[in-house]
């Protein structure tokens, strides 16, 4: 970035010649250039020789704005300017990404790796974004999101628990499995299971029953679970 140039010296037998110019802009404090040369911020008053003049008022977030000045010795005394600047169009967009539950991998466009985890803001270029995601136990979800300079867009996620894997055999096989009052099946009882709390009870008439409680985790494979059910002493 090149350095200001100094400010242009008056020489002392010109310096009646000079001419005070107040230069006003909203919003205040931008940084007026007179023929390229940084004199300082608005809204403040400079002293420029006689003549024609060019203008450049910069400020962050703002667009450029040139003008000229044409500084007439014998004036009415001192000028004023008033510039107003226009705000620079926004390049960019907000994607905003929150899921339940959260701290869930975000993808974006089909990269390798993930671009942060849930809640995740971030700043992109407008069009469609791909965004995947992921977490262990739930069902990978994908959205396309379309992304406005300047503008949030936002993306919710409830991701769908996968069900876990339940395994259970009993000695003999054939016993009914029931979940609280639901019959659920009969062993040997290999099935998914939504994620929940299970009050299981293994039921074979005439030779008793066993109860136990699991929990089953998204997408879990529970260790197979065994029984035995004897029947009664006569």
Not at 56 to 75: F, N, T
Not at 153 to 167: I, Y
Not at 199 to 208: N, P, Y
Not at 223 to 228: A, D, E, I
Request: hydrophobic content about 35%; charged content about 25%.
């Amino acid at each position: 970035m090149e350095k200001p140039k100094p400010a242009p010296v008056i020489k002392p037998e010109a310096a009646t010649r000079a001419i005070p110019v107040e230069f006003v802009t909203k919003p205040s404090r931008a940084t007026i250039f007179i023929d390229e040369v940084e004199m300082g911020l608005t809204d403040d008053t400079f002293f420029v020789s006689p003549g024609r003049h060019a203008v450049r008022v910069r400020k962050a977030g703002y667009q450029d704005l040139i003008a000229s000045l044409d500084a007439e010795p014998g004036g009415p005394g001192r000028l004023r300017r008033d510039y107003r600047l226009v705000a620079q169009s926004p390049t960019i967009g907000t994607l905003d990404v929150t899921s339940e539950p959260s701290e869930a991998d975000v993808f974006l466009d089909g990269a390798a790796k993930p671009a942060g985890r849930t809640p995740f803001v971030l700043g992109v270029s407008p069009g469609t974004v791909r965004v995947e995601i992921r977490m262990a136990g739930y069902v990978d979800q994908a959205e396309d999101v379309e992304v406005r300079a300047g503008e949030v867009a936002p993306l919710f996620c409830p991701l769908t628990p996968r069900n876990g894997t339940v395994d259970i055999s009993c000695d003999p096989e054939g016993a009914e499995v029931w979940s609280g009052n639901e019959l659920i099946g009969k062993t040997p009882f290999t099935k998914p299971l939504k994620p929940a709390v299970y009050k299981l009870r293994i039921v074979w008439k005439g030779r008793g029953e066993r109860q136990d409680i699991i929990i089953v985790h998204p997408g879990e494979v529970l260790p197979p679970l065994r029984y035995t059910l004897r029947r009664p002493p006569a």
